[in-house]
Structure formats: C-alpha cells, structure tokens
C-alpha cells in the first residue's frame, strides 16, 4: 500500500505522533513537507523520546498564528495529508484547532486536489463529553464526507500519555476509578506512525488502532510498580468523585473542564483497537527506569 516518493504533508508535525510519523515517512522515502508553529522547537528532540526533525523534513511551512498563515501554496504539489493535530497540553480552544485549523487544512487539501487525507483522532470521540472530543467528532464527519479520500484512525492511549502513571509509580503511588477494570491497547507512537504510513495510496476508511496487547488499567499500574521496583499499591478514587471533579473543573476554566471530562471518559470506557505493532508496555516503562 506504501506510495513512496510521493508528497506528504504533515500538520501537527511536532508533537509525539507528528515526529514518528516524520520518521516512518523519511524513512519510506517519502518526501515530507512539515507545517510547524517554531522551527527550531521541530528541530530538536521532542518529548517522550520522539524525534527530532532536523534530518528528516524535506520541506518547511511556518505557520506561527494557524490559520491565518495558511494559503494555497502549502498544498502545492501535495499527494498525501497525514494530520495530528489537536490540542493536548496546548492552552487553545480545540474548537479553534481540532476543528477549524483541520478544516482549513482540509479545504486546501480539497482546493488542491490531494489524493487522501488521513486523520489522527481518538477513540469513542462520539460519545466523549469533552470540548476536544465533540471538535474532533466533527471533524471526522466532516472529512468522512470530503471529496479526497478520508483516512481516520481512532488510537488508544499512547505510551507518552501513560508515562505519568510510571512517574506516580516512581513515587509509590497510583490512583484510580473504580476497580480500574477498564480495557486500553496502548500504542508506541512508532507503532502508530508505522500503521498511518502503511494506509497511503489505500483506500478509504475508519481504523480503531492499538498495540500489541490489552491491558487493565490495573495492569498498566502493576507494569508500572515492577518498572519502579516499588511495592504495588493502588488507591480506589470513588464514582461519585467523577462528578464533583467535573463540577469543580468546569468553574475554573473550560480548558479545565474539558481536560477533566477527557480524563476522566478515558477512565469508564473500554478504548481497545485491532492489535498493531511490537512495542510492550513493560519495555517502555523499563527503558524509563534506567
Ligand atoms: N495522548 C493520547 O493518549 C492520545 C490518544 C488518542 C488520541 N490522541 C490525539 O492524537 C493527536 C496527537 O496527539 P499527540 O500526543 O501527538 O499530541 P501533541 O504531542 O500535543 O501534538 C499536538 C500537535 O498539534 C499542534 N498544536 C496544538 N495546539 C496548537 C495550536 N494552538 N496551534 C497550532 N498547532 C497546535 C502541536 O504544535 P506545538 O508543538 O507547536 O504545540 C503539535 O504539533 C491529538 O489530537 C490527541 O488528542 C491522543
């Protein structure tokens, strides 16, 4: 399925799934065009290990104010559209980006003629409660429903998310909803980029993408004590907390808010995807402790 020495442009392109895909795509002799807020920030490494772009970006676009800097040029000559873009630890509405800075992305790409657009979003974005699941929601309809051929692959938690759980483990502590039953299928941003690469010049279609294996959140946290060589321990946060978290978040912000729902959906719903990949949990979590 691999289109190599084609022209892949990628938005989102610093952050931990942006920098793996660059990677894979430099690697597959693509060519890559990386739209970027700060050149230098691209340039060198970024966090949770992922890779710096120096050597691997063929082509620049700096676009420090979104939208605003974008015009038809970026898309000139442009076979793929690979985004991940979205607000994470970012302060912006993701209204403004997830939405709207996709959807112009999208309309260029569509003015241009490109040949796919594929989308990193998240699992169970239908039926999240945050501001960042409803904007990505609406943006996966809206491209389902574009001209190129739409790509959208929905990911489970990623490994540099679940670096903090390590982190508290390290400190002897973890803290959890319920009996932490919940299922994922964390992901290596290696492991993602290699599937989102392997989908350019396919067909169509909507992806639940996740590593190698499912675990519990309960698991997660186990792999996590044996890394830290602490003694396991795992303290019950009650349901109704949920809710007065909630409460409490929505009065000090919607930013806070909608990070809080985010969180807290990821804790209740089972977000597992078709196996993809080789990294484990316990290799990540054990390169960490050393
Ligand atoms: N973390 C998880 O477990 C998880 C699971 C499933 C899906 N996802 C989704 O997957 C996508 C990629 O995640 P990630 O961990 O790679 O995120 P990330 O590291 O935060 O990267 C996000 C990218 O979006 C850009 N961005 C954010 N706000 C922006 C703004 N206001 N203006 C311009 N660019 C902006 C960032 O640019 P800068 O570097 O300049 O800030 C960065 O390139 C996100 O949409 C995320 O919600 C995450």
């Given at each position: ?87 994470t630890r970012q302060k912006a509405d993701p209204w403004t980006i997830d939405f709207l800075l996709n959807l112009r992305f999208l309309e260029l790409a569509e003015q241009a003629e490109v040949d796919s657009f594929l989308y990193v979003g998240v699992m169970n974005a239908a039926s999240g409660t945050s501001a960042v699941s409803r904007a990505k929601h609406a943006f996966m309809e809206a491209l389902s429903r574009s001209r190129v051929v ?141």
């Amino acid at each position: 399925m691999v289109d190599a020495g084609k022209r892949v442009l990628v938005a989102g392109a610093t952050g931990y799934v942006g920098r793996h895909v660059i990677a894979r795509l430099h690697d597959e002799g693509f060519i890559v065009r990386a739209v970027v807020r700060d050149k230098a920030r691209a340039c060198a490494p970024g966090a949770y290990d992922a890779p710096a772009l120096a050597a691997l970006v063929d082509e620049w676009v700096i676009a420090p104010e979104g939208e605003v800097d974008l015009g038809p040029d970026v898309m000139s000559g442009v076979d793929h559209v690979i985004s991940a873009l979205g607000v994470t630890r970012q302060k912006a509405d993701p209204w403004t980006i997830d939405f709207l800075l996709n959807l112009r992305f999208l309309e260029l790409a569509e003015q241009a003629e490109v040949d796919s657009f594929l989308y990193v979003g998240v699992m169970n974005a239908a039926s999240g409660t945050s501001a960042v699941s409803r904007a990505k929601h609406a943006f996966m309809e809206a491209l389902s429903r574009s001209r190129v051929v739409p790509q959208i692959v929905d990911p489970s938690g990623y490994f540099s998310d679940l670096t903090e759980i390590y982190d508290l483990a390290r400190r002897g502590m973890a803290f959890g909803l319920g009996d932490g039953s919940v299922r994922l299928s964390p992901i290596h941003g290696a492991d993602l980029a290699d599937f989102c690469v392997s989908r350019l010049g396919g067909s169509a279609g909507s992806w639940n993408v996740g590593g190698p294996e499912t675990l519990t959140y309960r698991e997660i946290v186990r792999i996590a004590f044996e890394a830290a060589g602490k003694k396991p321990r795992y303290t019950r946060v009650p349901g109704p907390f949920a809710s007065a978290a909630v409460w409490t978040a929505d009065r000090i912000s919607p930013r806070a808010g909608s990070l809080t729902r985010f969180f807290l959906d990821g804790m209740q719903t089972d977000s597992v995807g078709d196996p993809h990949g080789t990294h484990t949990l316990a290799d990540y979590y054990a390169a960490l402790a050393r």
